[in-house]
């Protein structure tokens, strides 16, 4: 028996300072402000995972995404660079489908592999071209190029052509087939023309609309996301049922050369020329409230310093925008902005505070018990997954999950306060008993980071469980024997307790090593 679970003298001793004739208790816990490493939000590395060696200075190669990979030698610490639970890699069309039909899919799954092994998810774009780059066998379809060639000097394909459009909606159209609703999958850019499959390249609407509406048919799970000031952008934000989220990809702009032509300082840049209007005009200003937004550096936040812009403007402008991820491409962030970027890794995204809970004193085992809740987001964004929220009742080594009703996608930056009605375990015994809370998986939350030796041994724990249960229940049947209640319970508690581990932190203390919360104790009488 754990000490305190069933305990008369510690029941005793947890309910002095309560007057008699009170029935109920507040529980407080204490803000925490540490880095929480939850899913599906913060920095992500780029064409790296987790342990990998940075990019030297300012350089690093949108190309380079891995076709190979070194096994896992247990190293996840990110030196100069924000730990963090997703990665980012993009491949050039040619790579992954060399020949027409022939689709490197070992590169794919060797990457959602080692994004796993080291806690991570992947954010993926195929990209039709960088430069003049795309596959060879593509040009012998007589698909044709665009007469003007591009500021980087190469003439690029006819993104409307018919050819073109059917031969990358292909590989879409497989690579959907193959991964959509992969767990370890985060996301898919919609990215089909453009160098580095940004901007749409010479797309027209008609084309957008065609290509993106591949992409809805071939993704119905994984979170698709627009790239801002394109024409699929504004398209895809016509289709409000399916959540598609938008990334930009030139975040913290503020170049100021006026090269002759114009006042310095009052040059173009992305951050007041381009975010601020495309927003609107692609009808992604509240998009946010029910899929992520991605933001990737302009250069480098080395580049940023180098030049010495604004850092505490552009960070604010990411919580104006509701960021959920930011991509700063693997390359090390200035020791002298280190803290003012790991809050902004920390305020990304959602970030719940249990600011208050009241419970019973005492309760009956199967009683209904009416719990008020005040959760505080004070991240900016809300969560987009399925999660629970729950509540665990442990006592004499025994434990129960009861699932919350409550929608906590619809937990939104600021409070959230809500009453509902959870039952207690009618196994309990008189004594005390420990009540947890946590969030746990829910319908469509892949994305796990548990590292694999512990997935390995929840996984098998749930099978044995089960089998044993099952085994149980046959012999039972054969033999004419009623399973006793508390055998029954035992037996299925073991079975599904597996699959209840907390998968998402408040940011509370304390915490427990298993990513529940303790709130205290209640009286069983």
């Known amino acids: ?14 309910r002095r300072g309560f ?6 208790q507040r529980v407080r816990p204490r803000e925490s402000f540490a880095y929480l490493g939850n899913p599906h939000k913060g920095t992500t590395t780029f064409q790296r995972f987790n342990g990998d060696k940075l990019y030297g200075g300012e350089r690093w190669d949108d190309r380079g995404a891995p076709t190979e990979f070194k096994p ?18 993009r491949w050039l069309w040619r790579v992954i489908e060399p020949e027409k039909g022939a689709f490197r899919w070992d590169i794919i799954d060797g990457a959602l592999e080692a994004a796993r092994v080291r806690g991570q998810t992947l954010q993926v774009r ?23 060639k591009t500021t980087y000097g190469f003439r690029e394909p006819d993104v409307n052509d018919p050819l073109f459009i059917e031969h990358w909606c292909d590989l879409i159209r497989a690579f959907g087939k193959r991964y959509d609703g992969h767990p370890d999958l985060e996301s898919f850019d919609v990215a089909y023309g453009g160098p580095w499959g940004e901007m749409g390249g010479n797309s027209n609407r008609e084309t957008a609309k065609k290509v993106v509406d591949v992409y809805l048919r071939s993704f119905k799970e994984t979170q698709l996301v627009s790239m801002l000031g394109t024409h699929g952008c504004t398209y895809a934000a016509t289709k409000t049922a399916r959540r598609i989220g938008w990334r930009g990809d030139c975040f913290g702009d503020l170049r100021t050369e006026g ?21 609107v005009e692609n009808g992604v200003a509240e998009a946010w409230r029910t899929a992520p937004v991605t933001l990737e550096t302009c250069w480098t936040v080395g580049h940023w310093y180098e030049k010495g812009w604004d850092i505490d403007w552009i960070l604010d402008q990411g919580y104006r925008y509701h960021i959920s991820a930011f991509m700063p491409k693997s390359c090390a ?7 003012k970027m790991a809050e902004f890794d920390r305020r990304m995204g959602y970030r719940f505070v249990l600011r208050q809970m009241i419970l019973p004193l005492e309760v009956r085992p199967g009683q209904r018990l009416e719990v008020p809740v005040w959760i505080d987001n004070v991240g900016c964004a809300p969560i987009y997954r399925r999660y629970r929220f729950a509540y665990r009742f442990r006592q004499a080594g025994r434990e129960e999950v009861i699932h919350s009703k409550r929608d906590i996608r619809k937990w939104m930056p600021g409070h959230s306060w809500f009453k509902e009605r959870v039952a207690a375990p009618g196994w309990l015994r008189p004594g005390s008993a420990k009540v947890d809370v946590g969030i746990v998986e829910g319908e469509g939350t892949s ?22 249960f099952r085994e149980q229940d046959s012999r039972n049947t054969a033999s004419g024997r009623r399973q006793a209640p508390a055998e029954q319970d035992v037996l299925r508690q073991q079975a599904t307790e597996a699959t209840e581990a907390a998968r998402v932190k408040l940011a509370i203390e304390p915490v427990r090593e298993d ?9 069983v009488v």
């Not at 754990?2 to 008369?8: E, F, L, Q, S, V």
């Open 126 to 148: 195929l990209m039709p071209y960088a430069q003049d780059d795309l596959p060879q066998w593509f040009w012998g379809t007589g698909a044709s190029r665009v007469a003007k």
């Open 19 to 24: 007057a008699p004739g009170q029935t109920i």
């Open 72 to 89: 896992f030698d247990g190293n996840v610490t990110n030196e100069g660079y924000p730990q963090t639970t997703m990665a980012y890699l």
């Open 333 to 339: 962030i200035p020791e002298e902005w280190a803290e």
């Open 1 to 14: 028996m754990a000490k305190g679970d069933c305990d008369t003298k510690a029941t005793a001793g947890w």
């Open 447 to 468: 994305g796990r980071r548990q590292a694999p030796a512990e997935q390995d041994v929840l996984r098998q724990q749930a099978t044995e469980a089960t089998k044993r």
């Open 259 to 279: 090269r002759g032509q114009v006042p310095e300082g009052l040059c173009w840049n992305h951050m007041h020329d381009a975010y601020p209007r495309e927003v």
């Open 515 to 523: 990513g529940w919360h303790p709130m205290g104790l209640v009286e």
